[in-house]
T-cell receptor, first 112, second 115 residues
Framework: GDSVTQMEGPVTLSEEAFLTINCTYTATGYPSLFWYVQYPGEGLQLLLKATKADDKGSNKGFEATYRKETTSFHLEKGSVQVSDSAVYFCALRSGATNKLIFGTGTLLAVQP | GAGVSQTPSNKVTEKGKYVELRCDPISGHTALYWYRQSLGQGPEFLIYFQGTGAADDSGLPNDRFFAVRPEGSVSTLKIQRTERGDSAVYLC?????????????FGQGTRLTVV
């Protein structure tokens, strides 16, 4: 069945460091791919998405490119801030079902 | 309301008891989803409604779990004979439709603790 694998955390970075959180997926057909973020004490929020191969999703300085050849959707940010500290979830949605399938989440802690 | 509302925010119950968890979706959203999130894990799909009907209930773990959405708006997740393993955060999400690109908006969840 469809699945998402993302790198385990926690990831601890200093402010202004470069961030990469790896995500790979397995899916039948052509899924849409998402990154959700959960800030402390808040609900899940959509961060960015990409709906077809080679699409790049971007928001708040974060980017991820839909790579069909490597079945990946890695999240990147050039310069993280303390306010980016949160749990990040990679997810997919395929045509076979309308449900979102999530990875296990990666905790990011940014230190000043 | 402005977002998806879930009540209660916290629920502690004794093993064997019955619980109901409520979800108020964003007004006008036809699709509604329930997920369960255990500690250190990503959300796990339970059930999906399109309007009043359950379009996909393949994620319900067993027949102790049931959900309804009688008027196509508010939904209730019902758990009978609760077990300690049911302890988790139960998340509700809604969206305008069920297309691949449609954004799902999540509530803050109900933290269920079975003691």
């Amino acid at each position: 069945g469809d699945s998402v694998t993302q790198m385990e955390g926690p990831v601890t970075l200093s402010e202004e460091a470069f961030l990469t959180i790896n995500c790979t997926y397995t899916a039948t057909g052509y899924p849409s791919l998402f990154w959700y973020v959960q800030y402390p004490g808040e609900g899940l929020q959509l961060l960015l998405k990409a709906t077809k191969a080679d699409d790049k999703g971007s928001n708040k300085g974060f980017e991820a490119t839909y790579r069909k050849e490597t079945t990946s959707f890695h999240l990147e940010k050039g310069s993280v801030q303390v306010s980016d500290s949160a749990v990040y979830f990679c997810a997919l949605r395929s045509g076979a079902t309308n449900k979102l399938i999530f990875g296990t989440g990666t905790l990011l802690a940014v230190q000043p | 309301g402005a977002g998806v509302s879930q009540t209660p925010s916290n629920k502690v119950t004794e093993k064997g008891k019955y619980v109901e968890l409520r979800c108020d979706p964003i007004s006008g959203h036809t699709a509604l989803y329930w997920y369960r999130q255990s500690l250190g894990q990503g959300p796990e799909f339970l059930i999906y409604f399109q309007g009043t009907g359950a379009a996909d209930d393949s994620g319900l773990p067993n027949d102790r779990f049931f959900a309804v959405r009688p008027e196509g708006s508010v939904s209730t997740l019902k758990i009978q004979r609760t077990e300690r393993g049911d302890s988790a955060v139960y998340l509700c999400a809604s969206s305008t439709g069920d297309g691949l690109n449609t954004e799902a908006f999540f509530g803050q969840g109900t933290r269920l603790t079975v003691v």
